[in-house]
Structures are given as C-alpha cells and as structure tokens.
C-alpha cells in the first residue's frame, strides 16, 4: 500500500491510503419523460465526497450503471466509474439475480477496494455485505434519510419488497461501520436495527453560495421551494401559500419524481398562478435562483437532513420548515423557523419577509453555520479518518458501542 502523511493536522505521521469504491448504481434506465435525470441527496453525497478524494489525490472509484448519470451530476471524470452490467440485460423475474446481483459482485472484483461505501437501504446493502464478509474488506454504509432507520416510516411511504427489507437489514449488520446525519437517526438506528454509528454532517461544496452578496438585500426576494415532484415533498402545500399571498413571489425548482399524474397536476396549477416561476432542476443556475430568493420553505412529511438547508445557509437565507427540522437545529442555532402547521408557516414566513433585519441577522448566524459544520473542506478529513481506521481494522471486526460514544468527541 503507498503511504502518505495525513490531512487536518494529524501530526505528519505516515498513513495508510486505503482504495475506496462507491457503489452507487443509480438509475436502471435512461432519463424519464421529463428528459431529465433524477438526482437525491444520496447521490450528491456519494458525487461531493468521490470529488473531494479525487482532488486530495486519494484513490477512488465508483460503480454505476449508467456514466453519463455520474458525470451530469457533476462527478469529476478523472474519478473511474466501473459499469456494473448494461442497463436493459436480464430477464424479467431474474434480473435481481442476474445481472443485480452477479454484475455488482464482479465490478466491485474489479475494482478490488479496500473500503466499499454504499448509500440508500435495499437489496443493493445486502450485496456490499456479503460481498465484504466473503472477500475480507470493508464496509461503510452511509444514512441519507431517516426512512434508513426507521421501518415504520417506510411503511407509512414506500411499498418496498420484502426481499428488499431482509436484504437491507442483512447488509447493515456486515457494515463496518454505519455514518448517519444526526444524532435522532443514531438514536433510531440503535433502537431498531441495534447498530452503533458515527455522526458526521453532511459535506457540500458551498464556496458558490458562500459568495452570494446580501448586503443590498433590503427588498428582499422570492420565496423559494425546491423539491421532487413527490407527495412525500408536499408541493402542493407550496402552491397553498401562494394562493394566500399573491403579492408575494415564489420560485418553485422542481426535479422528476416517481408521480407523472401528480407532476403534471403541480406544474398545471403552478402556470396558473401568476405569482409563481416554476423551473425544472437541472436546466438553471442554482446559484443564481439561490440570490434571487430570501427564503426556503420546506413542506416535506420527512427528510434526512436536506441538502437545501445548508445551501440556503450558507447562502445567508433563513429556512422556514412545516416538519422537517433534524435535531431541532434550526431551533437550536437560529436558523430559521420550525413552523409545524401551514398558518403558523404562512404568519412566520410573512414575518421573515416582513423584516430585512431579522432576516439578514439569522442569514448571517445561518452562513457562519454553514461553513463552521457543512464545508467538505472540513467534513471531508473526517470521512478521511473514518476510511483510514477501517482499513486498519482486523478481519472481522463489527462495530460496537464505541462507534456511537466517537460522534459525541
């Protein structure tokens, strides 16, 4: 193995530098009717981390079925992507078999990684786990959403197979170790699956919203919604907002979702309002909408811990949520407002906008935030760290209540 000396201020002692892999798969076919892509925050988080290895020189490569998928969303081309199987191949009824599960096994040979990373519970977790308890390496598996950790959202949400359930909650116990975004969801893991876990922020590459300017912000802006065209997101209740305050502008960035119908209903009754831009995701400048806007609402059942939090943060925006807040810590920092009903939303929301000072004051505090907890500049040593203490693991060893007791050092 080459040796190296560690990042973030580990002393200059020599390392180990582990070859990690991803397997990512991502979609089993081409683009929707939209003619889009669908992108999550789990494929952001694989695409930002496999990037920031890359440019730290650290060796790195990811298995996907369709690469043209991997680069749109922004993965940096000197990182190799290994195309598992074609996308169309196999025979209905079979093709979980062959090729899922004979194609994935062979890439992941052929990428012949120490550390195998993989994001989003299903069958795929259960063949990185056998794959890594048959070939003596390692696992990391990555929480992206609290349906990860909790079955009886999964069952509230998703119709999910059964093979897929079993294969999942076999995979997680041959993880190594487990990385999730919050201490609710290490505390949900622990008490449905008895898995320790490490808590490790997600890490976003901001330096484009960290540059946007507010200091001539005393107009304000839009409010701004960005989602999956998904009952799960709620747009609908977006669209209620606007139809109360129609002197105020709303920007909705909207990606495909799993629901043509219901698409097609949101984008019908979007054109319809005249205080409403509706942009698909994928053909504008993020950032440009970001500066344009003065606040994000988020009207989703339940969420991981989005990824549009801490780009509106770092942008110096206030978030205003109906649900979702991930430890309370928009309460807890001054980030926003945790509103819990739609009239509570609509009155905090109006009061944001109501008031540049208020909002510029928590912006602030948001940004400061942002770049102290979400930078991968400094997420990305720690995943570093993480990846190195795997690999000197000895063989067979599973994760244990230390796991859990590292994210409170």
């Not at 690469?67 to 940096?76: I, K, N, R, T």
């Not at 070939?135 to 598996?141: A, I, P, Y």
């Amino acid at each position: 193995m080459v040796s190296w000396t560690g990042v973030g201020g580990t002393g200059g002692r020599n390392q180990v530098d582990p070859q990690i892999c991803f397997v990512a798969l991502g979609p089993s076919a081409g683009k929707g009717a939209s003619g889009l892509w669908k992108y999550g925050g789990a494929e952001r988080l694989v695409v930002i981390l496999a990037n920031w290895l890359a440019a730290q020189e650290r060796r790195v490569n990811l298995i996907g079925i369709e690469p043209a998928y991997w680069l749109d969303a922004g993965l940096d081309p000197s990182v190799p992507i290994i195309v598992p199987y074609r996308a169309d191949s196999g025979l209905p009824g079979l093709r979980s078999l062959h090729p899922r599960f004979t194609g994935t096994w062979g890439a992941m040979a052929r990428a012949n990684a120490d550390v195998y990373v993989q994001s989003g519970a299903g069958y795929l977790t259960g063949i990185v786990g056998l794959y890594r308890r048959f070939n003596n390496r390692k696992m990391l598996f990555m929480v992206t959403s609290d349906t990860n950790v909790d079955p009886d959202r999964v069952k509230r949400h998703f119709k999910v197979a059964g093979r897929d359930r079993i294969a999942y909650s076999h995979g997680l116990r041959q993880a190594d170790r487990v990385v999730v975004q919050t201490k609710w969801q290490q505390d949900m893991l622990g008490h449905h699956y008895h898995r320790g876990s490490v808590v490790i922020p997600q890490g976003l590459d901001l330096s484009s919203f960290l540059s946007i300017d507010r200091r001539t912000d005393e107009d304000g802006g839009s409010v701004l919604w960005i989602g999956r065209a998904s009952r799960l997101k709620r747009p609908d209740l977006l669209l209620e907002l606007a139809r109360r305050h129609r002197k105020v502008p709303f920007i909705i960035l909207m990606g495909p979702g799993d629901e043509p119908v219901y698409h097609d209903q949101i984008r019908r009754e979007a054109s319809e309002l005249p205080n409403v831009e509706l942009f698909q995701s994928g053909t504008v400048d993020i950032v440009r909408i970001f500066a344009r806007s003065a606040l994000l609402v988020n009207t989703s059942e339940t969420e991981g811990f989005p990824n549009t939090f801490i780009e509106a943060w770092a942008s110096a925006m206030p978030v205003v949520t109906l649900a979702c807040d991930p430890d309370e810590v928009i309460c807890r920092e001054g980030l926003g407002l945790h509103s819990r009903t739609l009239d509570q939303l609509s009155r905090d929301m109006v009061g944001l906008l109501a008031d540049p000072l208020q909002r510029r004051a928590v912006g602030e505090r948001a940004r400061a935030f942002a770049r102290r907890s979400h930078d991968i500049r400094s997420v990305g040593p720690r995943y570093l760290e993480l990846f190195r203490d795997l690999f000197e693991l000895t063989s067979g060893t599973y994760p244990s209540d230390e796991a859990s007791s590292m994210a409170k050092s």
